[in-house]
């Protein structure tokens, strides 16, 4: 029984992972094309072993003539399960229509509320409790219920931190209830289920395993596989709004495998019999890595399931009748819960100087505590003679006395720190969102896109921006791609919009005058009607319609569409299209993806002639990489597009080669092994191109129009005035993202330093050059230039090393622009996170429209230490653009508008008035705090340092939460220094926030200086005023709580009513 069942996991294992490279030669050497699997299987840990045979993957390596070919097979061992050294991550293994083998799985019923009954009183004090002010609050207020010790009563600060706690606990508990009543509306959806028959199921009901039948504007349940629709295409409509912000349809297809069941009833669905295995739970939307096995003659074992085959819980099904689909993921482990996580929270660099500040105000207030307790003890000695005052002079006593004085001057003192300060701040910041979210001038009407700010910690951040990180495509640019030049086969067309004649239709008249339509024209077109992922959809109204996911793929299609090669219909396995009139169907063996890292994509495809050909579209750096060699295009074609990039259009180079069905099917065992790869699969994949992306044949190139969005030379000229420096980071060409700089302004009247070196040796001595011709090395400190820095992507790589990068950034810091073209999304964000740690005192702000601008708005660099990996933001403030690229960029945003002349208000208007406004407050609310309780330490000085308060124990106790909490949220929401008109036209008052002068540690110090001498004026003219007992109307004399709440309303009412009229940075009296 033992053997058999070691027989059977030997022949699992050698199907699953196949084989392992244990040992590689050194580059240039041949390698040998038998590779050691060794495997633990059995009991009790024995070991077996397995012997050599022979890989296929060498031999299809050797055939594609692959020399390096270490570099393309390091895929295979980061995807094989008997790669120890890695962990596995957690798989599953869904059976379909067998029920009782998935019921380990998560249920699909699901909460997102926060609190329940039972936990709510200890969740939520644990949560306020963290913070260190309240925290110090409920030390006091535990001290003030030890009798004999508090001179204030019992509970003078329980009261008020029970009504900030009590006003936070009101707004949890509403905002829970409303998570609650979510969660029932979710569970109790109905869903069909096939279960035999059809069964109307909660949602909270399905598990995994289950086939749900899900009809027109229903949502889907739970995450699932489609199997089938009512198209004849297996293609499905999906509204993924509540995923990722994009109203635009998303377009699904069924897997092959599984497209054709459902059509003819519910039998074939039954009677369906197989697995399916995929990756554990997790958040990434855009990915899945799974496959699916079928049982039935002529199938392979398994077959790898694409992201475009999954629905995910919270889309909508639209404008199509019905879909099939197999629960994979429910309830938690869906991938919309698993990214219902809280956002990072960023901390503005006010909050940080202000928590610092408390820390020294605490020291303070330990220090005047401990003077006070001292001088009490002295006092003590020396008067214990008087027997009225009962007390013992034993050394055992006075320290006891000295500790329980500390005590006592520790609680009559601990208002100098503002208890209601956290929950001001938070309300003001809070309507100040508000305050963006309703301006008008920052609503977009054209597309119905208001404003929205969804991180209300940095409303003050806005006001001392230096640096901008922008985009160009999408954000300086508007997105809308318009065909103007193309090259085909070493000639140049231009292409005007003339006589009422849009660009596609004068395309046509261009090529057709020419008499170009030969077989590279032809071929040329082909390409664009046939490289791509756009589905034709037919309309009624408009004939073909083309739901594309990329401007720049629709713009081709429609091009070619207009010159006779026309895009007819697409299934799964193929493509149909309509060349000068003659139909022809082309079969679809592979498609190769593009991604920002590959700049391309390929599809492979099989002629009605039977011939396999690839097709690829590309930047020019990445396809003339792969070009044979001596091709008779490059040359004419690389001055053409150095001409389309100098008048900023956008490039793309076509190409396309024939491949042989030998060296092809030897590439698909490779590409097989990696689309089916459970871990690393995109890299896998990427390796598998490599093999077959070569020896092309360049037919021409496509220069596309992206125009600049309204006002965008005159925000960046406004910005640069305000001494904001704009920095763009784009993927395009260098002389595109040019020739765009100086449309924009952006490079107006400024010296071109450009760096193209391709060595860190070059790159160093060029950045050196541009160094000495500034003079950098013999200053001290930075001075600006009237220069800009171009540098593309390979140079920048060489840049970021850690020995060049100090120079890099010092050349740049001292230009009034930089340009990086040709980057990576890490490189943005790499770009962002060297200024921002390296220039102090700079607050950073980071602004894009696409999924490649997410990594420097606020995707998480980890730095290990320890073991341990920390989150940091990479820029502090990020900014989304609501355009056609789709919502990613807005929804890691801090705020979100639809153009990007909208963030000059945001900053020199909304930035600089919150800024003010919270310096205001916050200074205030020390100041109040300060000025009213040092008095009573002035007080101590007159009641033989006994702690006997001057005030009222409740007027102190409700001080900051009654009786002066209105100034500060007036001065927090109402105030405003410079009218938003007068800022508009005079950028250069921006300056003064930036500096951040209205709020640092010297302000604050000042200020609690001038509170201090402010209450000994108040404190002395009031109590000598008095001190001889003034008598009242009916003959009594005054009192100790006559002349304490006489000094307590001159201190309070005096503050409250002139404060409006202070400017930011100074304290009254200034």
Known sequence: GNRGQMARQRELIQEDDRVELIELRRQGSDADEEFPLRRSVGNQGKSYGVRHTPNPLVSACEKLKVSNWRRYLLFWKSHSRIHKAEKPKPRRTIHINSPQLNRHFCSNHISTAKYNLLSFFPLFLFDQFRRYANLFFLAIALLQQIPGISPTGRFTTAVPLFLVLLAVAVKEIIEDLRRHRADSRQNRQVVKVLRGVYE????????????????????????????????????????????????????????????????????????????????????????????????????????????????????????TRWVYGLVIYT??????????????????????????????????????SLVSSIASTVWNSLNSHRFYLRMEASTGSAVLHLFYSFLTFLILYNNLIPISLIVTLEVVKYIQAYFINFDRDLYYSETDTPALARNSNLSEELGQVKYIFADKTGTLTRNEMELKQCSIAGQSFSVDATHGQDQIASLKRVIKVKGKETAVLVEFLKVLALCHSVVPESDKKRGVAYQASSPDEEALVKAASACGV??????????????????????????????????????????????????????????FNRLVEGDPLCQETGRHLEKFALDGLRTLCISATNLDEATYMEWEKVYYAASTSQENRERALDEAAELIEKNLHLLGATAIEDKLQERVPESIECLRKASIKVWVLTGDKQETAIATGFSSKQLTGLNLMICNERTQEAVNSRLSSFANQLSLHNRKELSEHKSALIIDGQALAHAMDPSISKLFLDLALSCKSVVCSRVTPAQKAAVVELVKRNVKRSITLAIGDGANDVAMIQASTLHTHTHTHTRTQAAHVGVGISGREGMQATLASDYAFAQFHFLVKLLLVHGAWNYHRLSKLILYCFYKNICLYMIEFWFVFYNGFSGQPIFERWTIGLYNVIFTSLPPL????????????????????YRSSQRGTSFNSKVFWIWVAVSIVHSLAIFFVIYYGLHHGAPLHDGKVVGLWFVGNTIYTVSSKGMSCDYSCVPSSLPPSL
């Not at 011939?611 to 930047?619: D, F, H, N, W």
Request: aromatic share 6%.
């Open 200 to 319: 109307d199921t909660h949602w909270k009901n399905v598990v995994v395993g289950d086939i749900v039948w899900v009809r027109d504007k229903q949502f889907f349940p739970a995450d699932l596989l489609l199997l089938s629709s009512s198209d004849p295409k297996s293609i499905c409509y999906v509204k993924t709004s509540n995923l990722d912000g994009e109203t635009n349809l998303k377009i699904k297809q069924a897997h092959p495998e599984t497209s054709l069941l459902g059509l003819s009833g519910r039998a074939d669905l039954l009677q369906l019999k197989g697995c399916v295995e995929c990756e554990g739970p997790n958040n990434r939307l855009y990915e899945f890595t799974g496959n699916i096995s079928v049982q039935g003659k002529g199938r392979r074992a398994a077959e790898p399931i694409l992201t475009n085959q999954i629905l995910l819980r919270g889309s909508q099904l639209r404008n």
């Open 331 to 368: 309830g938690h482990d869906s991938k919309l819960l698993r990214n219902a996580n809280r956002a990072p929270l960023k901390r503005s660099n006010m909050e940080s100087i202000t928590n610092g500040q408390v820390l020294y105000l605490f020291f303070v207030l330990v220090v005047l």
């Open 566 to 623: 026309k895009l007819l219909s697409r299934t799964p396995e193929t493509v149909t299209i309509d060349v000068f009139g003659q139909t022809e169907e082309y079969k679809v063996l592979n498609l190769l993806e593009f991604t920002s890292d590959r700049k391309r994509m390929s599809v492979i495809l099989r002629s009605p002639e039977g011939s396999i050909r690839l097709m690829c579209k590309g930047a020019e750096s990445v396809v």
């Open 970 to 989: 007036v001065l927090g929401l109402f105030d405003k220094d410079v009218d938003a008109e007068v800022r508009m036209l005079r950028p250069s008052l």
